[in-house]
């Protein structure tokens, strides 16, 4: 599609650290409760009303609208421009697009998808918590990538690194990408920013590296 532009100011790149790379994490965080959610191979999706003007980023730019446009077409399948008003407030979606065209579709979807994975209140700089964000995707009937219930955070890097190694929730002949370990509340943490982490399934980036070398 056509780029309008960067990213509008508030919103952020959709990046989370390695959790092998700031082991110190778990200490810090040890006792809090946190939630799980897996990690969707797609490409970045993010839906904004900010100023009363609705848009749709890639990881990098913001797109102009169209009709053809991917991310464009998933939000009017959505109807976000019209949800997103309606809430009468700042507001940014974060997600993964996922579907036909996309990595090469390994979830056999037959249509494109948008799965949400962090909502942010860019007035703030502030993320959404747990039960806000699922709250909230009831309400704009948006559906999140795969969540686990919250637990406490008392494991070990070698725990999370094994209940990474996992087949995918939506298409269980293929390894999940890995999971996202965060605050049940939005906090902050002094290397990563907010208090969330990546661990990836060493057997997805295995099974991606087999099939670059065919």
């Known amino acids: 599609g056509q780029v309008k532009g960067g990213l509008p100011t508030g919103v952020h790149k959709t990046d989370e650290e390695n959790l092998q790379n700031v082991p110190k994490f778990l200490e810090r ?119 686990h219930d919250p637990i406490v955070l008392n494991h070990t890097l070698a725990e999370l690194e094994a209940l990474s190694i996992c087949k995918s929730a939506l298409n269980p002949d293929i390894w999940e990408e890995g999971i996202v370990v965060r605050t049940v509340n939005d906090e902050r943490d002094p290397e990563t920013g907010k208090a969330s982490v990546k661990i990836v399934n060493t057997k997805f980036s295995l099974a991606e590296k087999k099939a670059e070398d065919k």
């Open 29 to 147: 965080h040890a006792g809090k409760l946190v939630y799980i959610s897996r990690k969707c191979d797609g490409t970045s999706a993010t839906y904004h009303y900010i100023n009363e003007e609705f848009g749709c980023s890639g990881r990098n730019w913001e797109y102009a609208e169209s009709e053809s446009n991917a991310y464009w077409r998933v939000a009017r399948a959505l109807d976000l421009p019209t949800k997103l008003i309606e809430l009468g407030k700042n507001i940014i979606l974060q997600g993964e697009m996922i579907g036909p065209g996309i990595q090469g579709n390994k979830y056999n979807l037959k249509e494109l998808e948008f799965r949400l994975f962090n909502v942010c209140d860019p007035d703030t700089d502030t993320n959404y918590g747990y039960y806000d964000m699922i709250n909230l995707a009831a309400h704009l009937g948006v559906r999140t990538v795969p969540l």
